[in-house]
């Protein structure tokens, strides 16, 4: 019932499409969506994992899942992490993968919904890390279309990596164009 309604507003009533999938035997994997302009993308990936029907996770700071949030944040996807300066936060998502069957990390490469020039890198060394597939997703606000597309699976050469990654986002805008990541 759920997906119906969450058909029935994605597609008739906000316009939008998915094109791409996951396949199911992919369990673990860093799904890195861009571009993030707006709270808006939040929603988008709620609408995307309730029509895809398959769990898609989020890290956040642990002090957000308090109650009555907790359950809130877990049903969700949410995982809580621990950002204490001295921890080292690509070792504590790998450990992540390693404890849980299923963790497709829904992840922002930008960091932030301004404007950058530059993505982070943590999410490819999390990738690494864990040994799982880098999934591009793309929020395109211009053709109301969420992409998802092929698995990745980095060669360990970041410049080279970093190309192709970015490569999937050519002419890809975000609810706000002035923020959207163009250093493609």
């Known amino acids: 019932m759920k997906q ?26 860093v799904m890195i969506v861009v571009p993030h302009t707006s709270w808006y993308d939040f929603f988008l990936g709620v609408f995307t994992r309730g029509i895809v029907q398959q769990e898609m996770n989020f890290v956040a700071k642990k002090e957000l899942f308090v109650f009555p949030f907790n359950y809130y944040f877990k049903w969700m996807g949410g995982t809580p992490l621990n950002r204490h300066k001295n921890e080292n936060k690509v070792d504590s998502i790998a450990k992540i993968f390693q404890e849980k069957e299923v963790f497709r990390l829904a992840i922002a490469p930008e960091g932030t919904r301004k404007k950058v020039t530059e993505w982070k ?46 490569s999937y986002y ?3 805008v975000g609810k706000f164009p002035a923020k959207s990541f163009t250093d493609i």
């Open 4 to 29: 119906i309604l969450y058909k029935f507003i994605f597609f008739k009533i906000l316009g939008w499409k998915i094109e791409g999938s996951i396949a199911p035997e992919i369990k673990k994997c």
């Open 121 to 166: 890198t943590g999410f490819y060394f999390i990738a690494q890390k864990a040994n799982v597939p880098i999934i591009p997703v793309a929020f395109d606000y211009g053709k109301k279309e969420v992409r998802i597309h092929e698995p990745f699976q980095i060669t360990n050469n970041i410049e080279e990596d970093f190309k192709k990654l970015k």
């Open 170 to 172: 050519k002419g890809v």
